[in-house]
């Protein structure tokens, strides 16, 4: 019923950039919150970024000042720019959607990830 489409991942070098999107189709009434979490080898999985329907976007603590989420609402699309990125990035970032179906009920779905590596 619903897809992630997610793009972006890769390798760069500490202080490089990239830039994540996540894309949702489907049958969607409403998308109600898109972000990123990420997760480590042995560690456990951690909130990056989210942005709701009215643009209010949260940060993970270790993220703030360098990443910034953004999104177009028409495309159902999620942006994450990473900037500064340091080897501590180095994780699969998994897109998360909260949506909702015609009878209103909150729905959290998840992409498959995609591999960041930040390695001289």
């Known amino acids: 019923q619903v897809q992630l489409v997610e793009s972006g991942g890769g390798m760069v070098q500490p202080g490089g950039s990239l830039r994540l999107s996540c894309t949702a189709s489907?049958?969607?009434?409403?998308?109600?919150?898109m972000g990123w979490y990420r997760q480590a080898p042995g560690k456990e999985r951690e909130l990056v970024a989210l942005i709701n329907r009215g643009d209010s976007a949260t940060y993970g603590e270790s993220v703030k000042d360098r990443f910034t989420i953004s999104r177009d609402s028409a495309k159902n699309t999620a942006y994450l720019q990473m900037n500064m990125l340091e080897p501590d990035d180095t994780a699969v970032y998994y897109c998360?959607?909260?949506?909702?179906?015609?009878?209103?009920?909150?729905?959290?779905?998840w992409g498959q990830g995609t591999q960041v590596t930040v390695s001289s």
């Open positions: 998360y959607l909260d949506w909702s179906d015609y009878t209103l009920r909150s729905i959290d779905y």
């Open positions: 489907g049958n969607i009434f409403s998308v109600n919150v």
